[in-house]
């Protein structure tokens, strides 16, 4: 927890109330959002334990900040982390149809597991606590989805917000 304690900069600023106190929590990533980004990862070849999924914000779109996604290698001292492993889902093909223990297809034993490094900038962090992305394939379009609990609105199609 970080305590915010404002300054006193005259007498009347020394009687108010106490300091409030911010919690920091990471930026959570789903086990959808989690997939698409190592199955881009594999798709373009990266290397998986160097590749960290940037996530920030940036001042513009429709509502003000527009939300930014990049894989990048560059990681800095002042950026927060966070780690999230997974299990990737079994291949089905026609050879293990039928091949496991329970009939159903898939082999009893899980996934190979993987994990996605997510970092973020300090700045971008204060408009980012708390938010969750998800990945979205739906009928409409496909793509990444920011659930974010500190925007005070939203564009229409989700890219941008105010705060």
């Given at each position: 927890m970080i305590t915010i304690t404002p300054t006193p900069t005259d007498e009347s600023a020394r009687h108010r109330a106490p300091a409030k106190?911010?919690?920091n929590m990471p930026v959570l990533v789903t086990e959808t959002a989690a997939r698409e980004i190592d199955a881009i990862i594999r798709q373009q070849d990266l290397d998986p334990e160097k590749i960290r999924l940037r996530v920030g914000v940036k001042g513009g779109g429709c509502s003000g900040f527009s939300y930014l996604l990049d894989l990048?290698?560059?990681?800095?001292?002042s950026d927060e982390m966070w780690e999230y492993s997974f299990e990737r889902q079994p291949e089905k093909s026609a050879a293990t149809v039928g091949a496991g223990a329970d009939?159903?297809?898939e082999s009893a034993s899980g996934g190979?597991?993987?994990t996605v490094r997510v970092i973020c900038d300090p700045k971008s962090y204060l408009y980012l606590n708390d938010t969750t992305i998800d990945f979205k394939d739906e009928i409409m379009g496909r793509g990444f989805v920011f659930n974010n609990p500190n925007a005070t609105s939203s564009?229409?199609?989700?890219?941008?917000f105010s705060a």
């Open positions: 106190e911010v919690a990048t290698e560059v990681e800095k001292d009939g159903d297809g190979e597991p993987y564009c229409g199609c989700g890219s941008s």
